[in-house]
């Protein structure tokens, strides 16, 4: 049953979701990272109207974030995966997005994908890692919406500097989000940490 406040419109492939936000937290980027032995940074939730020039339009559309890349910088963006931790019914990691031939990756990004929630196809190219998350939801033309749900900033440790060769001086910043399927079930959760300068100059005090 739909919760008060839920809202579809549906498309070719696509769910257009809203429900309520949930309380502001950090899995499974936490996990992960604790898993990886690397430092956890402090989390600080934001609001999207805070969201710096050069990161608002990571984040300012209703894509998945694959596809908003390859908007951005052009396509293909692959996916170097960094970590992943593998149940039966769960399958969390932590990846890079990049674009081949350019130096620095474009995005840090940390999912739960709940296996048991796909069809056995979707579910191996899933287990392959070879592709985005989103680009294997839209080619193989699974149902689902995107519900962003938190914005936060933090100061980055040394391990995520060094992965997307950002200044350790420079606050970044993310979103959560989850992805919802027919019925209102929750096919994933997803955190995205996009590079900082990307899309705009470096202020010259940073």
């Given at each position: 049953m739909?919760?008060?406040?839920?809202?579809?419109?549906?498309?070719?492939?696509?769910?257009?979701?809203?429900?309520?936000?949930?309380?502001?937290h950090q899995e499974p980027l936490v996990e992960l990272f604790s898993r990886q032995g690397w430092t956890v940074p402090e989390f600080t939730s934001v609001e999207q109207c805070d969201l710096p020039g050069d990161v608002a339009p990571f984040f300012d559309h209703d894509l998945s974030m694959t596809s908003r890349l390859e908007s951005l910088f052009g396509p293909p963006v692959r996916i170097k995966v960094l970590a992943v931790h593998h149940t039966h019914s769960i399958y969390r990691r932590l990846v890079l997005l990049e674009k081949?031939?350019?130096?620095?990756?474009?995005?840090?990004?940390?999912i739960d994908i709940h296996l048991d929630r796909f069809e056995n196809p979707v579910r191996h190219a899933i287990e392959q890692a070879q592709q985005p998350f989103g680009r294997i939801l839209k080619e193989m033309t699974v149902q689902h919406g995107y519900h962003p749900n938190a914005f936060f900033s933090f100061h980055p440790s040394a391990e995520i500097t060094s992965l997307l060769a950002t200044d350790a001086r420079s606050l970044l910043y993310g979103r959560r989000k989850v992805v919802l399927g027919e019925g209102d079930r929750v096919l994933a959760v997803v955190t995205e940490i996009p590079a900082r300068y990307r899309l705009g100059p470096r202020p010259a005090d940073v």
């Open positions: 739909r919760a008060a406040g839920q809202s579809y419109a549906q498309g070719k492939g696509t769910l257009q979701v809203s429900v309520p936000q949930p309380r502001f081949p031939n350019v130096e620095a990756p474009l995005l840090l990004g940390a």
